[in-house]
């Protein structure tokens, strides 16, 4: 069975700074896709970054890249120059390329953008 | 911009009622799932479904049911609510195909008292 862990329940970060919120994930499947979203205190779910399994090079979409280690089974965010607005609920999910779209979540890391 | 509704923002019931949690779609999607969300657990999958008429279990089916006559909505139903079933419900739809992101509702915080 999928299994996505995320260690840190929450962290502080200041303005400006980078900011990387770890997440590893466990499979036997060879193909497989991960993604990120974001989730404010409104409640909203919002798509940040997908990586699949075979891709070549490390997603990136903005301020949001992937740290996408394949043999260690992590595939990390990495938010650069944190701002206010990017405080929230931050969600791993990895979804097998065999399960009709469905998604494994991780309990999630909460980020406070402090000034 | 994809668009998915759910009915209601916030949700108050009794227990031992029949609840119906309600979600629409305008991007054509033929996927839709309903997940719960609770503290420390993340999201769990209740029910998706990958085309009209056609439904699969999630996770955590038990105490709900799924209906989805037609390819915009997607209905969960409890069908005698209880308070554990106290949890704030997310509706998503995508496309079909294993890297599409899916797209969710602004959920529906549900209380059973």
């Known amino acids: 069975a999928q299994k996505i862990t995320q260690t840190q329940p929450g962290m502080f970060v200041q303005e400006k700074e980078a900011v990387t919120l770890d997440c590893t994930y466990d499979?036997?499947?060879?193909?497989?896709?991960l993604f990120w979203y974001k989730q404010p205190s409104s409640g909203e779910m919002i798509f940040l970054i997908y990586q699949g399994s075979y891709d070549q090079q490390n997603a990136t979409e903005g301020r949001y890249s992937l740290n996408f280690q394949k043999a260690r089974k992590s595939a990390n965010l990495v938010i650069s120059a944190s701002q206010l607005g990017d405080s929230a609920m931050y969600f791993c999910a990895m979804i097998r390329t065999d399960s009709w779209g469905k998604l494994q979540f991780g309990a999630g890391t909460q980020v406070v953008v402090t000034p | 911009d994809v668009k998915v509704t759910q009915s209601s923002r916030y949700l108050v019931k009794r227990t031992g009622e029949k609840v119906f949690l309600e979600c629409v779609q305008d991007?054509?999607?033929?996927?839709m799932f309903w997940y719960r969300q609770d503290p420390g657990l993340g999201l769990r999958l209740i029910y998706f479904?990958?085309?009209?008429?056609?439904?699969e279990k999630g996770d955590i089916p038990e105490g709900y049911s799924v209906s989805r006559e037609k390819k915009e909505r997607f209905s969960l139903i409890l069908e005698s609510a209880s308070t554990n079933q106290t949890s704030m419900y997310l509706c998503?739809?995508?496309?079909?195909?294993?890297?599409?992101?899916?797209?969710f509702g602004d959920g529906t915080r549900l209380s059973i008292l």
């Open positions: 499979t036997s499947d060879p193909s497989y896709g």
């Open positions: 479904s990958y085309d009209v008429k056609m439904k």
């Open positions: 998503a739809s995508s496309e079909r195909g294993s890297h599409q992101p899916q797209h």
């Open positions: 991007m054509d999607h033929e996927n």
